[in-house]
T-cell receptor, first 113, second 114 residues
Framework: GNSVTQMEGPVTLSEEAFLTINCTYT??????LFWYVQYPGEGLQLLLK?????DKGSNKGFEATYRKETTSFHLEKGSVQVSDSAVYFC????????????FGKGTKLSVKP | EAQVTQNPRYLITVTGKKLTVTCSQN?????MSWYRQDPGLGLRQIYY???????DKGDVPEGYKVSRKEKRNFPLILESPSPNQTSLYFC?????????????FGPGTRLLVL
């Protein structure tokens, strides 16, 4: 079945450090890929998405490229801020009628000043 | 403001006492869904609804019921809660149930079943 695997956390970085959170997926067909972010005490909100191979999603300085050949969608940011501290979820939607998002387990990021 | 709202945000209850968690969206979305979030497991879909009067099971539907009598509302019903339903619950909606659509999440309901 479809699945998403993302790197285990927690990840602790200093402000202005480079961030990579790895995400790989298993899916039939051509899924859409998403990164959602959950700030403390809040619901999930979309960070970025890509709907076809080689698409790059970007938002708030974060980027991720849909790599079909490596079945990956790694999240990157060149310079993190304390306000980026949150839990990040990689997810895929496989196009079935269920409209289901398959989530990874989440990666908690803490950024220290 | 476009949003998904859930009530209550926090709930402590006892085993077997029926409860309902409400979910409402003001974006005229056709698709609505419920997820539960558990440590180490991520989010898993409980039930979903493609449109009014159309609902179906997700990946973990046991012990839950839903209804979709109006487009904007999608309540989650636990008729006889058990401790293994202690979790953080999220309602979500999207314009349609296509794989490219973004889902918009509510703020979550933290449930503790004693």
């Amino acid at each position: 079945g479809n699945s998403v695997t993302q790197m285990e956390g927690p990840v602790t970085l200093s402000e202005e450090a480079f961030l990579t959170i790895n995400c790989t997926y298993t899916a039939t067909g051509y899924p859409s890929l998403f990164w959602y972010v959950q700030y403390p005490g809040e619901g999930l909100q979309l960070l970025l998405k890509a709907t076809k191979a080689d698409d790059k999603g970007s938002n708030k300085g974060f980027e991720a490229t849909y790599r079909k050949e490596t079945t990956s969608f790694h999240l990157e940011k060149g310079s993190v801020q304390v306000s980026d501290s949150a839990v990040y979820f990689c997810a895929l939607s496989d196009g079935g009628s269920q409209g289901n998002l398959i989530f990874g387990k989440g990666t908690k990021l803490s950024v220290k000043p | 403001e476009a949003q998904v709202t859930q009530n209550p945000r926090y709930l402590i209850t006892v085993t077997g006492k029926k409860l309902t968690v409400t979910c409402s969206q003001n974006m005229n979305h056709e698709y609505m869904s419920w997820y539960r979030q558990d440590p180490g497991l991520g989010l898993r879909q409980i039930y979903y609804s493609m449109n009014v009067e159309v609902t179906d099971k997700g990946d973990v539907p046991e012990g839950y019921k839903v209804s979709r009598k109006e487009k904007r509302n999608f309540p989650l019903i636990l008729e006889s809660p058990s401790p293994n339903q202690t979790s953080l619950y999220f309602c979500a909606s999207s314009p349609r149930a296509t794989y490219q659509e973004t889902q918009y999440f509510g703020p979550g309901t933290r449930l503790l079943v004693l």
